[in-house]
Antibody
Framework: EVQLVESGGGLVQPGGSLRLSCAASGLTFSSYWMTWVRQAPGKGLEWVANIKQDGSEKYYVDSVKGRFTISRDNAKNSLYLQMNSLRAEDTAVYYC??????????????WGQGTLVTVSS | HSALTQPRSVSGSPGQSVTISCTGTSSDIGGYNSVSWYQQHPGKAPKLMIYDVNKRPSGVPDRFSGSKSGNTASLTISGLQAEDEADYYCCSYAGSCSLVFGGGTKLTVL
């Protein structure tokens, strides 16, 4: 059974940093694109970033470019999101998700339960 | 990329059919056959319902179907059931390995 478990969320002040983790099990982690999607309270889903199987390619939504960094450790079956210079508008539940397509990002068939990030003073 | 456009809400009675539209541009929906749909119940993670415009993952009832015409994709739910009441989001590949979601549609089963 595929499981994705996020951790690392919490309360942080504006301008602060946080590192999210996503532990994967039940899948050959190194075979898949992985993605972070967020959802602000009461709002819709927003694609944040994704990373290719070997970590050689990373892509971001414009609003987080230069502030967030996605990475992965295939030996540890783990996905990460380093978030710096956090703003109030980054407050959201952050989900990690698996993309089963091999060549380019397409859709997400497994999702974690999410971890809440709150940016507030 | 701007978010795809979905109606904020739709409703239908049990047994009826409803269709949720998702409008984008030639740079996303119109340019690729990579449209997916997700169902989200309150407090839960999204669940994949349709991928690649009209394909259903195993376990998703065949009451759920997807289609696309030009820059607009659609999700149709036939034979509405109470458990279908949820938020629904479309998503499209938008080029350069980026994706874009719609704003979401709240489905109410009357």
């Amino acid at each position: 059974e595929v499981q994705l478990v996020e951790s690392g969320g919490g309360l942080v002040q504006p301008g602060g940093s946080l590192r999210l983790s996503c532990a994967a099990s039940g899948l050959t982690f190194s075979s898949y694109w992985m993605t972070w999607v967020r959802q602000a309270p009461g709002k819709g889903l927003e694609w944040v970033a994704n990373i290719k199987q070997d970590g050689s390619e990373k892509y971001y939504v414009d609003s987080v470019k230069g502030r967030f960094t996605i990475s992965r450790d295939n030996a540890k079956n783990s996905l990460y999101l380093q978030m710096n210079s956090l703003r109030a508008e980054d407050t959201a539940v952050y989900y990690c998700a698996r993309d089963p397509t091999p060549y380019f990002p397409d859709y997400f068939d497994y999702w974690g339960q999410g971890t809440l990030v709150t940016v507030s003073s | 990329h701007s978010a795809l456009t979905q109606p904020r809400s739709v409703s239908g009675s049990p047994g009826q059919s409803v269709t949720i539209s998702c409008t984008g541009t030639s740079s996303d929906i119109g340019g690729y056959n990579s449209v997916s749909w997700y169902q989200q119940h309150p407090g839960k993670a999204p669940k994949l319902m349709i991928y690649d415009v009209n394909k259903r993952p195993s376990g998703v009832p065949d009451r759920f179907s997807g289609s696309k015409s030009g820059n607009t994709a659609s999700l149709t739910i036939s034979g509405l059931q109470a458990e279908d009441e949820a938020d629904y989001y479309c998503c499209s590949y938008a080029g350069s390995c980026s994706l874009v979601f719609g704003g979401g549609t709240k489905l109410t089963v009357l």
